[in-house]
């Protein structure tokens, strides 16, 4: 009995630390003024890709011979996807990319093939960054966002090579990859150690990739590939609060995130590294 006491002991520590750690990232984003404490990256960011989606639909009413207003209307609400138009404006595509223009790996999370594409993209984007952006703070999350989206799209470079592909899809499994880790790496401050979170997160990645066995032309490659990346980065940089004294009285007034991008930055970098080698790396084998 005497020996139980210190285990148990340290378990209700390093509960009281997690559940410290889970509260803090959560309210972080109070203690912010102004824009600061507004998910500006999010609303940015979606503001700029329906821009985008307007302007390549505008262009494809145009090679439509669209010119009123009412005919450019109705091939916005109608139109599908040009492929022409979208690999001029940046979609993946395989002999462009072994002929050098390697941002194609970055410009196709921002491009989208019609309304109900870039539609379903954004809501999902904006419903899961409006949260993750506070719990993450500004240049974490659109760090994590624009890296899980462009080894997304290696994953299809390598996995679909005669397939024009893009969407922002990849970046938001990222993101959906990153908050799993979060869950699991706070698993002790959530109901029931997390399961009904995480179950919720699973059936949600399972519609989403079961859609592409019904839906032709849907990129589950590169849905994969920016969860898997979401949950590796994720462990690297998901937020991690801990007294830096554990000394102190109070640790929870002195909590800092470990995995915050000013402490990580080494490791944030060997990211990009390594995300661009392996980017060249499949690049030359399917040119090979």
């Known amino acids: ?29 109070r203690d912010q003024r102004g824009i600061a404490r507004v998910s500006w990256v999010t609303w940015l960011v979606t503001a700029l890709t329906v821009a985008i989606w307007l302007f390549t639909a505008y262009q494809v009413a145009l090679l439509e011979g669209q010119h009123s207003l009412a005919g450019i209307w109705h091939t916005f609400l109608n139109n599908d996807e040009n492929v022409d138009v979208l690999v001029r404006y940046g979609a993946k595509d395989n002999d ?20 109900l594409h870039v539609a379903l993209n954004m809501f999902n984007f904006v419903f899961l960054g409006f949260f993750l952006e506070r719990l993450l703070g ?11 989206g462009i080894i997304s799209i290696i994953a299809s470079t390598y996995f679909m ?32 150690n997390g399961v009904p979170t995480l179950l919720w997160l699973v059936i949600i990645i ?60 080494p490791i944030a970098l060997l990211a990009i590294i ?11 084998l399917i040119g090979g």
């Not at 500004?138 to 899980?148: C, G, I, N, P, Q």
């Not at 994720?234 to 000013?262: I, Q, V």
């Not at 390594?274 to 030359?284: D, E, Q, S």
Request: include cysteine.
């Open 1 to 29: 009995m005497e020996k139980s006491l210190p285990s148990s002991n340290k378990q209700l520590q390093q509960t009281r630390r997690v559940q410290l750690s889970y509260r803090t990232a959560l309210s972080k984003h």
């Open 96 to 115: 462009l990319l072994r002929s050098g223009q390697y941002w194609r790996l970055l410009t196709p999370i921002f491009l989208h093939a019609n309304l």
């Open 138 to 148: 500004h240049l974490r999350f659109l760090y994590l966002y624009l890296l899980t």
């Open 161 to 192: 090579p005669n397939e024009v592909s893009v969407g922002a899809s990849g970046a938001i499994f990222g993101l959906v990859g990153v908050y799993c880790v979060f869950v699991v790496s706070h698993r002790r401050a959530f109901l029931y």
């Open 206 to 265: 399972g519609i989403n990739l079961s859609i592409g066995l019904f839906i032709p032309n849907v990129d589950n490659y590169a849905h994969i590939a920016g969860f898997c990346s979401g949950c590796l980065l994720g462990w690297w940089f998901s937020p991690s609060y801990r007294p830096p004294d554990r000394g102190l009285a109070d640790p929870e007034s002195s909590l800092s995130d470990a995995h915050s991008l000013a402490r990580r930055w």
């Open 274 to 284: 390594g995300t661009f080698v392996l980017a060249v790396i499949v690049i030359h």
